[in-house]
């Protein structure tokens, strides 16, 4: 799944680089690579509905980013070797430890439900249409195959549709709602979409927040003129 992610990932980004071609040009060869993660992380839809969850949940996330804080000091409490790994007689020599992590860990998913329901139905809506999407763009630009891009080693810019897809369900699905109904449960799938997306997301931020480290270490090593 990680390195499934990964990928997502990666055609996410080099969508957003590509150059836009008319809607109704062919893909060369008939042969288009895309996935619904990749497009679903970029939907517009989906960028508003997350904020709006962000802004609705605030006090829930800063619960969760505070409890995580709490659990990895606690894990390394545990690592009294400091060699990084937790051995068996390292949990077994400190229960109390062990139990408090176990209690933020039940805490930390109770936090994380209301936020995870949201974003799943979210991505919902967005997934009940996207058949209609993938195959108005593969009409339109005559695609004959549309492959994931975990399903091959490389591929043309040209193949890759995810800008087209991405533009085609803006279109359609404009807005998601991000209240579920009363009761409901998110299908397996819907679940699946939105642990890809995290996933991606997180990616995602960790390049970021590295090439802004890397740009930041190497002004500071520039030498400063006189």
Known sequence: MKRFAKTIAAVAL???????TPAAAQVAGGIAISSPEAVIVRSQ??????QQIDQQYSTQI??????????????????????????????????????QIQQKEQQLNQASQPIVLAQAYAIEQLIND??????????????????????????????NVTNDLVAALNQRVPTVQITPPQGWRPRQESLSAQQTVSQVLLGVAQQQAAQQAAQQQQQTAQPTGR
Request: charged share 10%; proline share 2%.
């Open 45 to 50: 839809a989906r960028i508003n509905a997350y």
């Open 62 to 99: 800063q619960q969760i980013r505070t409890l995580r804080q709490e659990m990895q000091t606690l894990q390394q409490s545990l690592d009294t070797d400091g060699n990084g790994q937790l051995s068996q007689a390292e949990v077994q020599a400190n229960q109390s430890v062990v139990q």
């Open 130 to 159: 996207y058949q209609n999407v993938q195959q108005q763009v593969v009409q339109q630009k005559n695609i004959q195959l549309l492959l994931n891009p975990d399903a091959i080693q490389w591929a043309p810019d040209a193949a």
């Open 14 to 20: 080099a969508g957003t680089a590509a150059i836009a």
